[in-house]
């Protein structure tokens, strides 16, 4: 088997070949593997994997053969549908002590002030490389593309989209007032994004008016984003009053125009928690048919919404999850801020978000409504070429984790190898040493 010490080492070379003892959740695999069992109560499925130049070349079930838990658990490397380079890592110069949506906004308003191209370089490109060694795979960012930091950002995360080609896939959202894009330096801006390959964003959100000015700004971003080719990624009811009006003016307009065929995707959609389950039920219908996709953002959304000065929240304001997956529609989980003044904590460790999903969520990754957000989902929302599934001739990109179990990888962060290409990366910090990984490699 391959010395996954010795492969680490290089990134450059022939690719390596090797075995890998391992177990994989059953909705990891190629469903049209029936040779594969459907895996225990658990979903987890033993098998060994072959790959070589960089491809599995094969995988053979282990049924039978040895203790299931003493084969480390596996995942194909997790994508990231909605995060914030531009402003990362920012916190402690920009706090936020307030942990309110005025506080963090003023922040980020200061923040965005001083922004330059190589402040931005400097973190994004600091947030990369952790999250590629920590198995991340693709990141979609939104960037503040309006007054003095829209500029630089945009420049220095199109030079780090070019760096980290190959390694992370990334994708770049204009982020401005919706209203924005009904003016002709909206226009002048939906082109120049378009032109670079980026996709149209915006805020949609309380209070909302009487007046026709969010209709009309809809219609301006749908009608540029069609025109144009350009997919959207909307913030949508980011807040724990008015519930669901920004998704049923969406809707509204999508009806009047007879939906762009354009990805359309709205990151937050917190409100709708606060819906009655019958009004929840056909707004996520009316999704689902629209094919809207969602992203959830739980960590922003539970560190600012719902707050009551000096007393515990009583409201959890976040996605619906499972309602809307229950009505067929496509829903991601991400990160989101990541040490800014619009969320404090955060690494761009993708299994933390995965660890914290069960007690932010009640998703449990056992299951394959639980994990889907975290790999197929956000691959299908993001239109990766690789959907995250394991078959022969499948990408040989993987992260083995030092857990036995989904309660091991619960329990406390595992240290994990991450292979890509059929080749190890370097791990994040010190090299590791778990028995159970190395154990799995020989």
Not at 45 to 60: D, I, K, T
Not at 110 to 122: K, M, P, S
Not at 254 to 281: D, F, K, M, N, Y
Not at 296 to 311: D, F, I, K, Y
Request: charged fraction near 25%; proline fraction near 8%; include cysteine.
């Amino acid at each position: 088997m391959a010395n996954p010490s010795a492969a680490a080492s290089s990134l450059s070379g022939e690719w390596p070949a090797g075995r890998l003892r391992l177990r994989l959740p059953r909705c990891l695999l190629d469903p049209g593997l029936a040779r594969l069992a459907v895996g225990e109560q658990d979903g987890l499925v033993a098998l060994e994997l072959e790959h070589r130049e960089g491809r599995v070349v094969s995988l053979r079930p282990l049924a039978g053969e040895g203790d299931p838990a003493a084969l480390p658990l596996a995942l194909t490397p997790l994508v990231e549908p909605h995060a914030h380079l531009d402003k990362c890592f920012t916190a402690e110069a920009f706090p936020n002590r307030s942990g309110t949506v005025a506080g963090a906004l003023a922040q980020n308003h200061r923040e965005a002030e001083g922004r330059r191209v190589e402040l931005v370089l400097e973190r994004a490109e600091r947030a990369l490389e952790r999250a590629w060694r920590q198995g991340l795979r693709a990141l979609r960012s939104h960037i503040d593309s309006g007054g003095p930091g829209g500029r630089p950002s945009w420049d220095a995360l199109l030079e780090l989209r070019q760096r980290w080609a190959g390694r992370v896939e990334l994708q770049l959202v204009a982020l401005v007032p919706v209203a924005h894009w009904a003016t002709a330096e909206g226009e002048e801006l939906a082109r120049w994004v378009a032109d670079r390959g980026g996709l149209l964003g915006g805020v949609l959100g309380p209070p909302y008016g009487h007046g026709r000015n969010d209709r009309e700004a809809l219609q301006a971003l749908l009608g540029l984003a069609e025109r144009l080719g350009t997919a959207v990624d909307l913030h949508v009811d980011e807040a724990d009053s008015q519930p669901g009006r920004g998704m049923q003016l969406l809707l509204s307009v999508l009806r009047q125009l007879l939906r762009p065929a354009v990805p359309l995707t709205c990151s937050h959609a917190a409100s709708l928690a606060l819906l009655g389950e019958r009004r929840l039920e056909r707004l996520a219908e009316q999704l689902a048919d629209a094919e809207v996709a969602v992203v959830a953002l739980p960590l922003t959304n539970l560190w600012l919404l719902g707050r009551r000065p000096e007393r515990t929240p009583l409201l959890r304001v976040q996605a619906p999850i499972r309602s809307l997956q229950r009505a067929g529609v496509t829903v991601a989980l991400g990160g989101d801020n990541v040490q800014d003044p619009w969320y404090p904590g955060g690494d761009f460790d993708p299994l933390e978000l995965l660890r914290l999903a069960p007690l932010t969520s009640h998703l449990w990754p056992a299951e394959r409504q639980g994990l889907a957000p975290f790999t197929t989902a956000p691959a299908r929302l993001l239109g990766l070429e690789w959907d995250g599934l394991v078959r022969e001739g499948a990408p040989a990109d993987l992260v083995l984790l030092a857990a036995g179990s989904w309660s091991d990888l619960l329990a406390r962060t595992p240290e994990r190898r991450v292979l890509r290409g059929g080749r190890w990366l370097p791990p994040p910090q010190q090299q590791l040493s778990s028995p159970l990984l190395e154990a799995s490699m020989g």
